[in-house]
């Protein structure tokens, strides 16, 4: 998420993060009293916040990380034994709910990717913008970007940068990383940024900065940030009863392709069966989500000159029916396979 899950504001930090297609999220939740709705993307908590004060509910607050779930003792003082907040990944949401007493909620949103509090701390390593460690954990275990770069093949690395960064000149930028870390390893974002710039160059009037795609696909790498995607809203499907609502905000064509086959194949009637052709072979499962927009919603002009960030955001929505929760599907969804393991 380039936009920010909400605003640090919203949870007692400084007012610089702005939580991105709040209005909308809130019409496609439709939060009332009493009901229990999880947001798998804490963040800063904007929007928690907006909901708890829509209506008398709870909310499950889950983020992996600690630094966003610090944020939330705040907005729980703020709201009394009506914020939960839990650490971990929102595709644990069913376990995270059941340790919280829930085996159902009313709704789920989730404000995909990095947020501006990530963003916009350059110790965290996510942004070319300002120098810092080339780090790009949403967590705190396992490698670092810095471990990747400086250890995974050219042909891996490219991998990486072409399928996950869409970054079309891929091999040339993982052949400069190769041959930059053969003189000294790669530890900052400013250093990962210079070698990409000058293999691709910058067009003065460019407004997009050459790096922006590989850093997109290292991130999106080393926090398995797809998978996690598909599979926490198969969770949410499993998670939500009938008549819930689930949101979902993307920032990139690679997000957006997930969540809009995720729809599409829950709310699209079972094919009718033809007395002219052979019985199709597997299980056909009923639909399972109600859309409530049919195409994605986008921010109004307004909302993209006070947040520029914004911009590139999706809006999806669907309501949960009563049928069964479809079997996930990774390669169905459009969920990127890479060649090798770390």
Same mark, same amino acid.
């Given at each position: 998420m380039m936009a920010g899950r909400g605003s640090t504001a919203a949870a007692g930090g400084p007012a610089r993060h702005i939580p991105v297609m709040l209005s909308e999220v809130l019409a496609a939740l439709e939060p009332k009293d009493s009901?229990?709705?999880?947001?798998?993307?804490?963040?800063?908590g904007g929007y928690s916040r907006a909901i708890l004060d829509r209506a008398n509910c709870k909310i499950i607050a889950?983020?992996?990380?600690?630094?966003?779930?610090?944020?939330?003792?705040?907005?729980?003082?703020?709201?009394?034994?009506r914020l939960l907040a839990v650490l971990g990944r929102y595709s644990?949401?069913?376990?995270l709910a059941a340790s919280e007493g829930f085996a159902a909620v009313d709704g789920v949103t989730l404000d995909l990717g990095v947020s501006s509090m990530q963003l916009d701390e350059p110790a965290r390593g996510? $942004?070319?913008?300002?120098?810092?460690p080339l780090d790009m954990r949403m967590g705190q275990g396992g490698p670092t970007a810095s471990d990747i770069v400086n250890a995974l093949s050219e042909q891996e690395l490219a991998e990486i940068l072409?399928?996950?960064?869409?970054e079309r000149r891929a091999r040339a930028i993982a052949k400069a990383i190769v041959a930059r870390r053969a003189e000294a390893p790669i530890t900052t974002t400013a250093e990962l940024a210079a070698i990409v710039e000058r293999v691709l160059g910058r067009k003065h009037d460019d407004k997009k900065h050459p790096a922006t795609r590989t850093f997109q696909g290292l991130r999106l790498y080393l926090n398995d940030e797809l998978d996690e995607l598909a599979k926490g809203l198969s969770a949410a499907e499993r998670l939500l009863r009938a008549g819930g609502r689930l949101a979902v905000v993307t920032f990139h064509s690679l997000e957006d392709r997930i969540a809009k086959r995720f729809f599409l194949s829950r $709310?699209?009637?079972?094919?009718?069966? $033809?007395?002219?052709?052979?019985?199709?072979?597997?299980?056909?499962?009923?639909?399972?989500?109600?859309?409530? %927009?049919?195409?994605?919603?986008?921010? %109004?002009q307004a909302e993209i000159r006070r947040n520029p960030r914004a911009r590139s955001a999706r809006l999806r929505a669907a309501e949960r029916t009563e049928a069964p929760a479809h079997p996930l599907d990774l390669a169905a969804l459009g969920v990127p396979r890479l060649g090798f393991c770390m």
């Open positions: 009901q229990t709705i999880v947001d798998g993307t804490f963040g800063a889950i983020d992996r990380d600690p630094e966003a779930f610090r944020l939330s003792g705040q907005l729980a003082e703020d709201y009394p034994g644990e949401m069913e376990a996510f $942004s070319f913008m300002q120098e810092g072409f399928k996950l960064g869409e $709310s699209e009637p079972p094919p009718r069966a $033809s007395r002219h052709l052979p019985e199709a072979a597997g299980e056909i499962f009923a639909p399972s989500f109600r859309l409530l %927009n049919r195409r994605p919603l986008e921010p %109004n």
